[in-house]
């Protein structure tokens, strides 16, 4: 046991220690002895600050003058007077010197005395006019004067013309080099050097962890691409029998279906190296950085071969040169490269290129020949049993109750991406949270998915009365239609909850299973359904409102799809009126049309012909079931929500009745 007092670190008697400034910023973690001194970081830029400003007033102490000024009537009667003896002339001032060693020192005098503190001088200075007049005045008191010119401060000049500009000059060129992503040459970011170095962010072999069991809802992709995670693990028995692996896979699907994640779990499969760049990343402002990047990253993958490199939006550099209005010489630089690259390695390198789009049909078609991306992986959007999966893979990491049915929330999702139903998943976790559970239920993955399709509820809206009646007939309007027009999907609720933008309620219509087909009587029910909100406005109302907009907008873009690019029209049956090339999947129409203007003038009235024609069909659908319309409207105004299955009971009752009423 030692008696030292100096033991015991924590001691709040060691605060007195002048050494405690150190000790404050040391790791509390690190031990006493060999722990060291730390400092707070300054930004280098604030130490350059304090420098400069450190010199600026040196140099002004150093130089400048804190004489007081007196009139020069005055200074012109102490020469009169014969009290000043010597003046010095400048373009400013005017300095007078009396010469009397009993005079104290001022502060101009305080670097003079160290050198001979005799030679004590009284100065006054003034702003003056040298005229022949003072002249005669100085010469006739036999004042010795003399006139000194302007001396610039070489200090001064030397931080203003050159280190300054310097300075500035060097922080502007970091901020552009790094803006333009030249961040390589050993951390020199910003080096002009690394402009042409490639952007893409490589994994180590064995670091990617993602595998195949962490994508679902894609099993025919992933069938595809088994063969490329077998031949980069067994190169030698496709060389054996003459075979070779495609170059290239380009994965093609809309955004969220699971492109880049397949790409990942493919490198992790095989256990190589993963690079991946997007395509933006070629494309700079410098002619030839672009295709100076391509050549980059296929010299790092050949040294790290075999290796996977995947290109994700590879529609930013590769789109086609056919019928090019604006050609940009860098794009084409990038492009022509690729092409060159991806002709330069053989098959038996190991290297594989995976690219991922969402429009395929802009790409050049050089890029799609056989030898480069010679096969091509459709990545869709899943099926009720694929959903099924993508919610049981991210609900993994969630605490779902026992009571959750994942199966019905994929019927009710028909259509969505796995970046959709992950974050429905999350959504629901966080309304859990948000409602104080500890696991998430059934209920909060439903208010999931009707945030995700109609938005956010926005209970805190106040609504007038008369326009709370007006939406609550509105969306009654929408479901009953659905519920008596044939091929229509089931209704899943009806709110006159207000939600997202705009929408001041809705009827939600869930799919009971996945359709890849729409028959022509199929689209005019879905037609019907959105005409049938304003049309029981009309009949409760005898008039409209602007609540049904959007239904207006949705109809008339099916009738117009029906017209030209189904061909579901009696004058140009089985005629496509449209151009393609509008994105994968893409619904637009094209602004630029490929048929005459009497053409556009019957799409336009056919599309009214048959929008007035559904209108008047369901305001007598509507009409006959007035009753229960009325009925329907009331119990949303009381309960703001009526349920799928309150609803369907409804109906049913309604069914009963008028089957008794028949017989």
Not at 213 to 239: C, M, N, Q, R, W
Not at 442 to 453: C, F, R, S, T, W
Not at 623 to 633: D, F, N, Q, V, W
Not at 642 to 662: M, P, Q, R, T
Request: charged share 25%.
């Amino acid at each position: 046991m030692s008696n030292s007092p100096n033991n015991n670190k924590n001691d709040p008697g060691n605060q007195n220690d002048p050494f405690n400034f150190f000790k404050m910023g040391q790791d509390p973690g690190s031990s006493g002895r060999g722990g060291k001194p730390q400092f707070p970081k300054i930004p280098l830029w604030a130490i350059l600050l304090a420098v400069f400003a450190g010199m600026v007033i040196f140099n002004y102490i150093m130089i400048s003058r804190t004489d007081s000024l007196i009139p020069f009537s005055e200074f012109r009667e102490r020469v009169l007077a014969g009290e000043i003896k010597r003046v010095q002339i400048t373009s400013t001032y005017f300095t007078g010197y009396v010469e009397d060693a009993s005079a104290p020192a001022g502060p101009t005098q305080v670097f003079n005395l160290l050198q001979n503190p005799a030679s004590r001088t009284k100065t006054y200075r003034t702003v003056g006019l040298l005229t022949e007049d003072f002249i005669a005045v100085l010469n006739e008191n036999s004042v010795v004067y003399s006139v000194q010119a302007e001396e610039r401060n070489v200090f001064l000049d030397f931080i203003f013309q050159w280190i300054l500009p310097f300075a500035i000059f060097f922080f502007m060129w970091r901020f552009l080099m790094k803006r333009m992503g030249g961040g390589g040459m050993g951390g020199l970011g910003g080096s002009i050097f690394s402009a042409g170095q490639a952007r893409s962010a490589a994994v180590e072999e064995g670091k990617v962890t993602t595998r195949f069991s962490d994508v679902a809802g894609v099993d025919e992709a992933k069938e595809e691409l088994i063969e490329v995670v077998d031949f980069l693990k067994f190169p030698k028995k496709y060389t054996d029998i003459g075979g070779k692996i495609p170059r290239g896979v380009l994965l093609v699907g809309p955004p969220g279906t699971g492109k880049t994640l397949l790409a990942r779990a493919v490198a992790g499969e095989a256990s190589v190296p993963f690079f991946r760049i997007s395509g933006s990343d070629f494309v700079e402002m410098f002619v030839g950085v672009g295709a100076s990047r391509v050549r980059d990253l296929f010299k790092q993958a050949r040294e790290k071969a075999p290796c996977i490199v995947f290109i994700d939006e590879l529609d930013a550099i590769g789109k086609s040169r056919i019928n090019s209005m604006s050609s940009n010489d860098e794009r084409e630089q990038t492009l022509n490269q690729l092409l060159v690259e991806m002709d330069g390695f053989d098959g038996s390198s190991g290297l594989i290129l995976l690219a991922a789009t969402n429009r395929p049909d802009v790409l050049d078609p050089a890029l799609l020949r056989p030898g480069r991306f010679d096969r091509q992986v459709v990545v869709d959007r899943p099926d009720v049993k694929g959903r099924e999966q993508i919610l049981t893979i991210h609900a993994k990491n969630v605490k779902i109750a026992r009571s959750v049915d994942l199966g019905a929330i994929a019927r009710t999702t028909s259509g969505s991406s796995g970046a959709d139903l992950a974050n429905i998943i999350n959504e629901a976790a966080l309304l859990a949270v948000r409602a104080g559970r500890k696991e998430v239920i059934m209920d909060d993955l439903q208010e999931a998915v009707e945030k995700a399709i109609a938005g956010l509820q926005k209970k805190s809206r106040v609504i007038k009365e008369d326009e709370r009646k007006i939406v609550a007939f509105h969306e009654t309007g929408h479901a009953l239609t659905a519920a008596f027009t044939s091929g229509a999907d089931k209704v899943h609720k009806v709110s006159i909850i207000p939600r997202g933008i705009g929408a001041l309620g809705y009827t939600l219509q869930m799919p009971e299973e996945d359709r890849y087909l729409r028959t022509q009587g199929d689209l005019l029910g879905e037609v019907d359904v959105l005409l049938g909100g304003r049309a029981a406005e009309e009949l409760a109302f005898s008039q409209i409102s602007t609540g049904a907009s959007n239904d207006l907008s949705r109809a008339t873009d099916i009738v117009r799809r029906m017209i030209t690019d189904y061909g579901m029209s009696d004058r140009f049956r089985n005629v496509a009126l449209t151009q393609h090339g509008a994105g994968y999947g893409a619904a637009d129409p094209k602004l630029v049309r490929d048929y005459a203007e009497n053409t556009q003038q019957y799409i336009d009235e056919e599309i009214a012909r048959i929008i007035g024609e559904r209108y008047d069909s369901v305001k007598k659908l509507l009409s006959g079931k007035k009753p229960l319309m009325e009925y329907i409207a009331n119990r949303l105004l009381e309960k703001e929500i009526v349920e799928g299955k309150e609803f369907a009971e409804i109906i049913a009752a309604e069914a009963d009745l008028s089957s008794v009423e028949n017989n």
